[in-house]
């Protein structure tokens, strides 16, 4: 197989690259080559889909398949199609659930509404510019598209960094506040498992939207902590919080205490999306163990998160050591939880 890999150095792209090349497949990567060459056998090409010729360099060649990562303006997505869509055998655009229109519903499916979004737009929001960039690409391709939109992503290489707050905290020992309750059904998919099914899926040419996560409950807060404390090594304690104490503290859930959304949550959709469609197209889903543990191994190698390919600098997830140890200390004296200041 002759695969394309637009993107390529960033968390997904290059979990995609990696299986690809474990797969033996012939692999050329496109980007700006911000962060670093790719791997050894894989042939790099330059460009900058915003400049004015900066698909040049895909002028020529032919693939069996084209893998797009592409989060910016839907016009630069459209015209990259365009560009291949004579010299490609099939598509798979990596979009996202916060395409769906609010409100959404628990359980949602690849048929609810989306969020309005255009195929030229050139900047909005997240969820709007994966949304308009999902149009642009089926206008030019059809049914040789696959929209995969996937759920929250976690595993080795993450660069938004929310597992490794929550393992970088674990590593530090001490009381750890938790976020209740400890049962609280967690769903994302790792990385690696992801790009298989994204391989799979574009070989086999499926197309149309897929979510791509795990089933709702693949693990739980407390699973998810445990397992962290164990891979660790640490001397942590985790101290639960129920999820009222947390929000009247004005912890916001996913920022503040990554992953977590409590039952009720406007955002509690988001880990509990309907999976029918990307079980039954083969998707598998390894332990929560595996990717705690290998993402430990690859934080402690790397030594910190990595800066987001192609994206600025995003606020750091995770509390502030000082506001969890008052949050912490209102738990151990039953005293309300202290509010900050805004």
């Given at each position: 197989?002759?695969?394309?890999?637009?993107?390529?150095?960033?968390?997904?792209?290059?979990?995609?690259?990696a299986?690809?090349?474990?797969?033996?497949?012939a692999?050329?990567?496109?980007?700006?080559?911000?962060?670093?060459?790719?791997?050894?056998?894989?042939?790099?090409?330059?460009?900058d889909?915003t400049?004015?010729?900066?698909?040049?360099?895909?002028?020529e060649?032919?693939?069996d398949?084209?893998?797009?990562?592409?989060?910016g303006?839907?016009?630069?997505?459209?015209a990259?199609?365009?560009?291949?869509?004579?010299?490609?055998?099939?598509?798979?655009?990596?979009?996202?659930?916060?395409?769906?229109?609010?409100?959404?519903?628990?359980?949602?499916?690849?048929?609810?509404?989306?969020?309005?979004?255009?195929?030229?737009?050139?900047d909005?929001?997240?969820?709007?510019?994966?949304?308009?960039?999902e149009?642009?690409?089926?206008?030019?391709?059809?049914?040789?598209?696959?929209?995969?939109r996937?759920?929250?992503?976690?595993?080795?290489?993450?660069?938004?960094?929310?597992?490794?707050?929550?393992?970088?905290?674990?590593?530090?020992?001490?009381?750890?506040?938790?976020?209740?309750?400890?049962?609280?059904?967690?769903?994302?998919?790792?990385?690696?498992?992801?790009?298989?099914?994204?391989?799979?899926?574009?070989?086999?040419?499926?197309?149309?939207?897929?979510?791509?996560?795990?089933?709702p409950g693949?693990?739980?807060?407390?699973?998810?902590?445990?397992?962290?404390v164990?891979?660790?090594?640490?001397?942590?304690?985790?101290?639960?919080?129920?999820?009222?104490?947390?929000?009247?503290?004005g912890?916001?859930?996913?920022?503040?205490?990554?992953?977590?959304?409590?039952?009720?949550?406007?955002?509690?959709?988001?880990q509990?999306?309907?999976?029918?469609?990307?079980?039954?197209?083969?998707?598998?889903?390894?332990?929560?163990?595996?990717?705690?543990?290998?993402?430990?191994?690859?934080?402690?190698?790397v030594?910190?998160?990595?800066?987001?390919?192609?994206?600025?600098?995003?606020?750091?997830?995770?509390?502030?050591?000082?506001?969890?140890?008052?949050?912490?200390?209102?738990?151990?004296?039953?005293?309300?939880?202290?509010?900050?200041?805004?």
């Amino acid at each position: 197989m002759k695969l394309l890999v637009l993107g390529g150095s960033g968390f997904v792209g290059g979990a995609v690259v990696a299986e690809a090349i474990h797969r033996g497949w012939a692999v050329t990567a496109f980007n700006r080559g911000r962060h670093g060459a790719p791997p050894a056998g894989v042939r790099h090409l330059l460009g900058d889909r915003t400049a004015a010729d900066g698909l040049a360099a895909l002028a020529e060649g032919e693939w069996d398949l084209v893998v797009d990562t592409w989060d910016g303006a839907p016009r630069a997505a459209q015209a990259t199609a365009r560009m291949l869509a004579e010299r490609a055998g099939h598509y798979v655009y990596v979009s996202s659930g916060s395409v769906y229109a609010r409100p959404v519903p628990a359980g949602v499916t690849e048929q609810a509404p989306l969020v309005t979004a255009g195929p030229d737009d050139i900047d909005d929001d997240y969820p709007t510019l994966k949304a308009g960039a999902e149009r642009a690409l089926r206008a030019v391709l059809g049914d040789r598209v696959l929209l995969a939109r996937a759920g929250l992503i976690l595993g080795p290489g993450e660069d938004i960094g929310r597992l490794p707050w929550w393992l970088n905290r674990l590593a530090r020992g001490g009381d750890v506040l938790a976020p209740g309750p400890a049962d609280l059904p967690v769903q994302y998919v790792d990385v690696r498992d992801l790009a298989a099914f994204l391989l799979d899926a574009g070989a086999a040419g499926r197309a149309g939207a897929v979510n791509v996560v795990s089933r709702p409950g693949h693990t739980t807060m407390g699973e998810l902590l445990t397992v962290g404390v164990t891979a660790t090594g640490a001397d942590a304690r985790l101290r639960w919080a129920e999820p009222e104490q947390l929000l009247a503290a004005g912890v916001e859930p996913w920022n503040d205490l990554p992953i977590w959304i409590p039952p009720g949550h406007e955002y509690r959709w988001m880990q509990q999306m309907d999976v029918t469609r990307a079980y039954a197209g083969g998707l598998s889903c390894r332990p929560v163990t595996e990717t705690v543990v290998d993402t430990w191994a690859w934080l402690r190698r790397v030594g910190s998160v990595p800066a987001r390919a192609g994206r600025p600098a995003r606020q750091p997830v995770g509390l502030d050591p000082d506001r969890e140890a008052a949050l912490l200390a209102a738990l151990t004296t039953d005293r309300p939880p202290p509010v900050p200041s805004r």
